[in-house]
């Protein structure tokens, strides 16, 4: 039954983290955060453009995450990926998650009872169209946007961020998404790593 479960979580911002350390290492500041964050509008459906490496994301292809506001204050949360193909099978997990503090930048995501994983929202333009979201042990990253194909600028720009913050952007993989030329992507000393690292 643990295992049936384990394998439930399957990929993307907090559904990915579970079991992962919530402190940074010995000495080690946390990564900053955005300053506050209307969740009403952050929620609806995002398009993951890039992540930090995790082997339950290996094969996605179209990923995106889908936040619905819930009555109790809670945020329903949708993941999901086509598995190996832009035709491929669908993945799909759910969850809720809930801030957990009163600047709505970081918050915690329950697949299953009793485990939480941490979504730190590290960066978030005006208008809502684009997000950057890690984990404070800096080991997952994700770049996201309202539509499938992310400005270059605005990429750069979160790449930049994170960098700032400590994550290791030279480990980026971009997702594949149909009609998307993944190459517009490459920066001067960050390639467009393969699928298969994860």
Known sequence: ????????????????????????????????????????????????????????????????????????????????????????????????????DESNARLKVRFFWPFTAPYWILALDEAYQHALVGVPSRRYLWILSRTPEMPISAFREYVKIASREGYAVEELIVTPHEGVDLERYRLDGLGVPSKDRD
């Open 1 to 100: 039954m643990i295992r049936a479960l384990i394998l439930l979580v399957i990929f993307f911002p907090a559904s990915s983290i579970l079991g992962c350390k919530t402190m940074t290492g010995s000495g080690s500041a946390p990564p900053r955060t955005v300053e506050s964050v209307d969740l009403e509008r952050y929620a609806g459906s995002w398009h993951e453009i890039a992540r930090l490496p995790f082997r339950q994301q290996r094969g996605c292809h179209s990923t995106t995450a889908t936040y619905n506001p819930m009555d109790d204050g809670r945020i329903e949360v949708i993941n999901r990926c086509r598995d190996g193909s832009f035709d491929g099978r669908l993945r799909e997990a759910r969850a809720v998650a809930w801030p957990v």
